[in-house]
């Protein structure tokens, strides 16, 4: 697994000592810096950090200082991060298997050293549960991509955002149109009850798409 990690002055030395562990078991570290105990801002660490596990270059990311709590704050800036602050095995352990937590921050003034070397593997090593949780992944991801507009006058903005899980696609790697047909038919239900909310009205839920091409079809 390639994970990034990043921190500032005050989570150096559990830095190094991180990936240290995290190089014995096998994964690859790309460190973000700082690279000394010397004083520093955190954002200048935690950004890019957080950054390369948005874009897809890392999978995952730790991030650390005296704290933890502002380079938490910092990582989940970041469009696409769900970044928890852990500082006991339970913690670490939920933030992956109930909130899916691509990134972790440890306050190194918080907790024991041992302590924070097996809250990560305590992470590295759960699971994510699905269920349940998925649902409530999806609400944080439509409040991260929620718009609003101060226009008088002006129509609301609903927009979705969908956590696309394993089980959604065929064994080809392709999403299911039963599931992109349910998607359109709740996002035309609350479009329209936001745009007219005293409105009576109706969706039709569909059953099946075909597609035609030059009079071919499939």
Known sequence: ????????HAGFEYKGKIIELLTTLGHEVRDFGTHSADPVDYPLYIAPTAQA???????RGIVLGGSGNGEQITANKVRGIRCALCFSLDT??????????????????TIPGELALEIVKTWLNTEFEGGRHVARLNGIAAVENSQTHSQAGAFPVYER?????????????????GYMLEWADDLASTAATLTFPKASFVTRRG????????????
């Not at 697994?1 to 500032?8: F, L, P, R, T, V």
């Not at 670490?92 to 003034?109: F, P, S, T, V």
């Open 53 to 59: 596990v948005a874009s897809g270059e890392c999978e």
């Open 1 to 8: 697994m390639k994970i990034a990690i990043g921190s500032d």
């Open 92 to 109: 670490a352990r939920w933030a992956k298997l109930h909130n899916d937590a691509n990134c972790i921050a440890i306050g190194q003034r």
């Open 161 to 177: 955002t969908t956590l696309i899980r394993p089980e959604y696609l065929n064994p080809r790697g392709s999403l299911y149109g």
């Open 207 to 218: 059953g099946g798409v075909r597609f035609q091409v030059a009079g071919a079809q499939w």
